[in-house]
């Protein structure tokens, strides 16, 4: 897909647990025209670079989105458009500041049933009840944040691929209608 100034910039977020990397891995499997990436694919890089863990060190967290939208810019200066799975919110992006090399922030959430992302959080390696109370905690405010959604815990990876592709071509940008 050819991006322009006024295309916006498309982010697919969810709280841990969601079901974001399985729907980005069926999604890349469509081989779509999207620049499709994940925002934990360049976590090693960052945490190298800032001699801090990226995934655990709250200093490191702004620093780290925005370079991952320098990154969404590179790929927009090449025509192309971006769509990046992250689990960011509106106040994330806000406190990058101004991005007006792109027409606003188009936003869908993936989200599941709080007893489908305790048993998937539980199955991860590491994962403490304290880290999956705040992961139901940040599905909440997402939940009240974001109205375009798609749950992940009644569809499968290949369907919610489908749903994901739909809104990208139909898009709310911003909360309004393109």
């Known amino acids: 897909m050819v991006a322009s100034k006024n295309d916006p910039v498309y982010i697919v977020t ?27 694919w360049l976590l090693g890089a960052a945490s190298d670079l800032a001699k801090a863990s990226v995934r655990s060190d709250r200093s490191t967290w702004r620093p780290y989105r925005a370079l ?12 192309r458009t971006p769509v990046l799975f992250a689990a960011i919110d509106e106040g994330d992006v806000e406190e990058l500041g101004d991005i007006a090399w792109c027409g606003g922030i188009a936003w869908l959430l993936l989200d599941c049933g709080d007893s489908v992302r305790r048993e998937r959080l539980r199955r991860r390696e590491g994962w403490s009840e304290a880290m999956i109370d705040d992961a ?25 691929a489908q749903a994901i592709l739909s809104w990208l071509h139909g898009a709310d940008v911003d909360g309004h209608a393109p």
Do not use: C, M, S
């Open 14 to 40: 969810g709280a841990p647990g969601a079901g974001k990397t399985t729907a980005l891995g069926a999604l890349l499997r469509l081989r779509t025209d999207y620049i499709i990436v994940d925002g934990d």
């Open 68 to 79: 991952w939208f320098e990154v969404l810019h590179a790929i927009a200066r090449n025509g």
């Open 136 to 160: 139901l905690a940040d599905a909440a405010a997402l939940r009240v944040a974001v109205q375009r959604r798609v749950d992940t815990g009644a569809q499968l990876p290949g369907q919610i």
